[in-house]
Nanobody, 124 residues
């Protein structure tokens, strides 16, 4: 079973950047679409971005389009989320997730494996 571990979160000022990593173990993610979600306090988990198994295509939520970039290195079994021009409303716990069924979905229940999350806090 694939285990996912996120890292790279932290506290940053508005306008700053962070790069999140999601490292997989116990199996390969090279055959899975990989997504990032986030969850703010009191809110539902929301879709951020997804990359196809080979990184050839990606889809973004409108709220992060043009600011965030998802990428992956299958040789390192790792997925990344580069976040630029961060806003206070980006504050949330960020989760990576694996979709081995290739749904390329935007809802959490379409993903099978999940990490524990990493906190991102953007101060104004």
């Amino acid at each position: 079973q694939v285990q996912l571990v996120e890292s790279g979160g932290g506290l940053v000022q508005a306008g700053g950047s962070l790069k999140l990593s999601c490292a997989a173990s116990g199996g390969t993610i090279s055959a899975s679409h990989m997504g990032w979600f986030r969850q703010a306090p009191g809110a539902e988990r929301e879709f951020v971005a997804v990359a196809t198994w080979n990184g050839g295509s990606s889809v973004y939520a409108d709220s992060v389009k043009g600011r965030f970039t998802i990428s992956r290195d299958n040789a390192k079994n790792t997925v990344y989320l580069q976040m630029n021009s961060l806003k206070p409303e980006d504050t949330a716990v960020y989760y990576c997730a694996a979709d081995p069924t290739w749904r390329l979905g935007r809802t959490a229940n379409e993903y099978i494996y999940w990490g524990q999350g990493t906190q991102v806090t953007v101060s104004s």
